[in-house]
């Protein structure tokens, strides 16, 4: 099993993809966990450039598209795609199978078995200000058990950013608030749809849309700004000063 990454050190991604390669061929990997970015870095033609020992892709970190999926799912090659945060680890999975609203196709997600996971939704009821999500609605994900992370391990042992302060006693057991959204279908699979705040993966690593969004809008020439999760990345939308039009 390899996790893509580059251990001894890389002078940028540029490295850290070649030695991705070098590894994966050297050691005979079979099992290969890398972010959907260094999937197409690595092997940009696809399966057919990847070493014949793979036969299981492991993505998370990121979003995988459904086409980056389809292209990598041969008779050969499986492909399994996790929703996983620095918060929590192996709640959700997919086979890469597809749920489609007649516009945009995504991976339908399941949960483990022994997962203690509720989809909650606000009420506007003081006594119960929480309920749980119907089969049809977003609710967003709460986690409680193993999977959860009470925060990171700094370099002296102690444990930073306590993940903690973001739990919720619910009905008298404590819940990490993951502020994961997902849609609940009827058969039980579960549709990621969003966030609750304003943070996004980009590259595996946290981005937070309206801090970015300011950064944009302060570009000279912009007066005003929306960035979004597209679907090769963060895509940023910007107005113009008419000035600059009429060039």
């Known amino acids: 099993v390899c996790i893509g990454g580059c251990p001894g050190g890389c002078g940028g991604a540029g490295d850290a993809l070649r030695q991705l390669v070098v590894d994966t061929e050297t050691f005979g990997i079979t099992v290969l966990g890398v972010v959907p970015s260094q999937l197409r870095g690595a092997w940009p033609d696809g399966p057919s450039s990847a070493p014949k020992a793979i036969h299981t892709l492991v993505v998370w970190a990121d979003k995988c598209p459904p086409e980056l999926s389809r292209r990598w799912q041969t008779s050969r090659l499986k492909v399994i795609d996790l929703l996983i945060a620095s918060e929590y680890w192996l709640a959700l999975h997919s086979d890469c199978s597809v749920w489609s609203d007649g516009t945009v196709e995504k991976h339908v997600y399941r949960r483990l078995p022994t997962l203690d996971v ?5 009420t506007q009821d003081a006594a119960a200000p929480l309920r749980d999500a119907e089969p049809g609605e977003v609710g967003e994900m709460y986690l409680a058990g193993p999977t959860t992370s009470p925060g990171y391990v700094c370099p002296d042992g102690h444990v930073g950013l306590d993940f903690h302060d973001a739990e919720r006693v619910i009905d008298g ?5 993951t502020r994961d959204q997902l849609l609940l279908l009827k058969d ?7 966030r609750a705040d304003s943070m996004m993966k980009h590259g595996g690593q946290w981005v937070d849309a309206d801090a970015l ?3 944009v809008t302060a570009i000279p020439g912009v007066t005003q700004a929306a960035v979004l999760p597209g679907a090769q990345g963060i ?3 910007v107005v113009l000063q008419p000035s600059l039009l009429d060039c």
């Open 118 to 122: 509720r989809f909650l939704v606000e």
């Open 173 to 177: 057991k404590a819940y990490l608030r």
């Open 188 to 194: 039980g699979g579960l549709v990621y749809s969003g």
């Open 213 to 215: 969004q300011d950064v």
């Open 235 to 237: 895509d940023a939308f």
